[in-house]
């Protein structure tokens, strides 16, 4: 297993390219499987969780090739020749789910493994499962399998979600371009990467009004074409970078970054005394000497603070000027990350759903271990404005969602490299 090494090493400057979104990418992907037609997506990331979900839309019968190095995916799925998603590709990711709309509505029958909790809590599938009955399928769970049909096909109705999803907002988008009728997703999740998924849908010949609200709006129809689709950046990997030279001080250029996209993560940012300047033509990140003041952050669905920059948000806080109280809404168990940062000499007071950090003047280097994508990638920026050496262990939690993490902040001056364990 390989191992990450940081070496605290001052103030960044430069500029790091951002890549096209990860959780765009894995609902952009299984939409291949509602058209017999090629379905391009450029700007794509480089990452395990792309090469899994294309391993098991390949082991649907789909074709995928990676082309470019890995930044354009041609996908095709002529023809469905296995209607089961197998545990042991779904267990690896939860994306997997992500087939079970789109394989339904185009063959009128699926059966996807269930795909089981993770590091970050149960991660039910419940309101997928809802949604798809609201759209007349008929489930049966048995032997940790969802066995899916629809017979006659899908018929449109009202989705309306008790609790924001964006998961099952796209599973139920997707099914719903291929249903009789008109369907309305009432609670819809509002995330940018739903937004891209309609665009891409809508490029495949769907009808669909009302993306990034949280009303939806889709009038079935007969079949769906190709399209190729520019992947939407990833607002993640952009606030995660733009917390290194918050947390370092420095200057950092991030090109043809939209604040839009993390609106609320900026503005929380601004509120630290970080300076965040829309350039027009991307954004720039500075911060100087003094140090950053305390903030609150409470996680919720989008357009407010998003769940997946916490982690990396507690990285800076550790060294804030003061107190500050972060509350995760979105997962039951995210703050994984609390006791390693604790191995640093970070001061976090963790109570259910509630972490409480107290600022210190400086984290020291220790060997940490990474528990889940966000939490691995927050040690990682705690371990850059560090006095001394870190090494971040298991640090194949961190390639799920990050390309060539330590070639993107050497480019900006990081002492960082990877270590390759036997
Ligand atoms: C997506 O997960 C993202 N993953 C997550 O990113 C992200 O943290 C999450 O949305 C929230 O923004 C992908 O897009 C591949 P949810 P998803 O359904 O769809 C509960 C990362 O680090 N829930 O919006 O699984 C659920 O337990 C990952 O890139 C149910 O109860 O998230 C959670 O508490 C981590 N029943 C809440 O809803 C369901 O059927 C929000 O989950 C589904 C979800």
Redesign the pocket.
């Known amino acids: 297993m390989d191992s990450i090494v940081v070496t605290g090493n001052g103030p960044l400057t430069g500029q790091i390219a951002i890549a096209g979104a990860?959780?765009a990418c894995?609902?952009l992907m299984p939409a291949t499987l509602l058209t017999d037609e090629p379905l391009t997506l450029t700007n794509a990331p480089r990452l395990s969780d792309i090469r899994t979900m294309a391993e098991l839309l390949q082991s649907l019968g789909a074709e995928v090739s990676m082309l470019q190095d890995g930044q354009v995916l041609a996908l095709s799925s002529h023809e469905i020749t296995n209607h089961t998603a197998d545990y042991d590709i779904v267990r690896k990711m939860?994306?997997s789910i992500l087939v079970l709309g789109p394989m339904l509505a185009r063959e009128g029958h699926a059966v996807v493994s269930l795909p089981g909790g993770c590091a970050?809590?149960?991660?039910?599938?419940?309101?997928?499962l809802r949604a798809l009955e609201a759209l007349g399928a008929e489930l049966d769970l048995r032997d940790g399998y969802v066995h899916a049909r629809a017979p006659g096909g899908l018929k449109g109705g009202e989705v309306a979600f008790p609790?924001?999803?964006?998961?099952?907002t796209e599973n139920a988008l997707m099914a719903a371009t291929l249903a009789k009728g008109t369907t309305v997703i009432r609670n819809a999740?509002r995330?940018p990467?739903i937004a891209d998924l309609a665009r891409s849908l809508r490029a495949m010949g769907a009808r669909i009004e009302g993306e990034g609200t949280s009303e939806i709006t889709i009038e079935g129809v007969e079949r769906l074409g190709g399209a190729t689709h520019r992947v939407v950046m990833d607002r993640?990997e952009l606030g995660t970078y733009m917390l290194a030279p918050a947390v370092c001080g420095g200057e950092v250029a991030f090109p043809g970054a939209r604040p839009e996209l993390l609106q609320a993560f900026v503005d929380k940012l601004r509120e630290t005394g970080v300076e965040v300047q829309d350039t027009g033509t991307g954004l720039t990140v500075r911060r100087g000497e003094a140090r950053v003041r305390p903030v609150d952050v409470v996680t919720e669905?989008f357009p407010g603070f998003?769940?997946?920059l916490q982690a990396q948000m507690m990285a800076l806080l550790c060294t804030a000027d003061g107190v500050s109280v972060l509350e995760e809404r979105?997962?039951?168990n995210r703050f994984m990350h609390a006791p390693e940062l604790a191995r640093m000499g970070a001061q976090i007071d963790v109570q259910g759903g509630t972490a409480t950090v107290t600022g210190v003047e400086r984290l020291r280097g220790a060997p940490v271990m990474a528990t889940d994508?966000?939490a691995s990638v927050s040690l990682i920026l705690a371990a850059l404005a560090a006095e001394g050496e870190t090494t971040v262990n298991r640090v194949y939690h961190l390639d799920r969602?990050y390309e060539r993490v330590e070639e993107k902040l050497r480019g900006v001056g990081a002492r960082i490299e990877r270590v390759s364990q036997p």
């Open positions: 990860k959780n894995l609902t939860r994306a970050i809590g149960a991660r039910p599938v419940d309101l997928h609790v924001v999803s964006v998961g099952a999740a995330e990467e993640i669905p998003p769940t997946d979105i997962f039951e994508l966000r969602g």
